[in-house]
């Protein structure tokens, strides 16, 4: 009796390919030192203001940028610890701090925060999910507006959402298909990286993830296990 060949799965194209562990680290590397650069950069000038002997009538002005500079990037790397890191072993986290985290990311963009996250205690898994929706949420509101982050819990699982309203809202191409677990394309890899690294922890934690976009609308919703 002749058996059939098994079938094979075609290939899929090279561009399609999901990058591997090296690679999606360098991407997520590069999207930080992207985040960190500006408020870096910033710091500098001010101490070479500072420094410059034909610039002391700005010396108030220098000082200003250091500070706010400094602010920038503690509250950056504060938050991208959790966002990103493995924030040392905690498996769960405060409510309060995590709402000081977002808060300090959102003190440097047009959007505002209104938090409205029920549990005080989030798991890690739920925790990551909701900052990087969170700043998904802020660069969804170029001209301001606000973002509502929601967390509940019920029947076993957390469920999240960030609303954000304000005029043009919207999600970059790239972001939508990160968030769907596709590839950029030509795209630049900053925004995609971050929504394609939700997508991973919420496949991970066994949950799901969508996004809605309306008129001056985003909605971004999550749910995993507890």
């Known amino acids: 009796m002749t058996q059939a060949a098994p079938s094979e799965t075609p290939p899929l194209p090279v561009e399609e390919l999901p990058p591997e562990a090296a690679e999606l680290a360098a991407q997520i590397a590069a999207r930080l030192c992207h985040d960190f650069i500006s408020p870096a ?3 500098v000038s001010g101490l070479d203001l500072l420094e410059d002997p034909t610039a002391q009538d700005m010396r108030e002005e220098a000082m200003e940028l250091i500070a706010q500079s400094a602010r920038k ?3 950056l790397l504060q938050f991208c610890r959790i966002a990103f890191g493995a924030s040392s072993s905690a498996e769960a986290f405060d409510a309060r701090a995590l709402e000081g985290l977002a808060q300090g990311v959102f003190a440097h963009v047009r959007p505002t925060l209104d938090w409205k996250v029920e549990p005080a205690a989030i798991n890690k898994a739920t925790a990551r999910i909701l900052m990087n929706l969170c700043q998904i949420a802020a660069s969804a509101l170029p001209m301001g507006g606000a973002a509502t982050a929601r967390v509940v819990e019920a029947d076993g699982r957390a469920a999240i959402t960030l609303d954000a ?8 191409p790239e972001v939508l298909r990160g968030l769907k677990g ?5 795209a630049v890899g900053g925004a995609w990286v971050q929504a394609y690294f939700v997508h991973l922890i919420v496949k991970a ?3 799901q993830l969508a996004a809605e976009c309306g008129e001056d609308r985003v909605t971004l919703a999550a749910w995993a296990p507890l």
């Open 165 to 172: 309203a304000g005029p043009r809202a919207r999600l970059k």
């Open 41 to 43: 950069s910033a710091i």
């Open 205 to 207: 934690a066994g949950g």
């Open 73 to 75: 990037l503690a509250d």
């Open 182 to 186: 596709e590839m950029r394309g030509d």
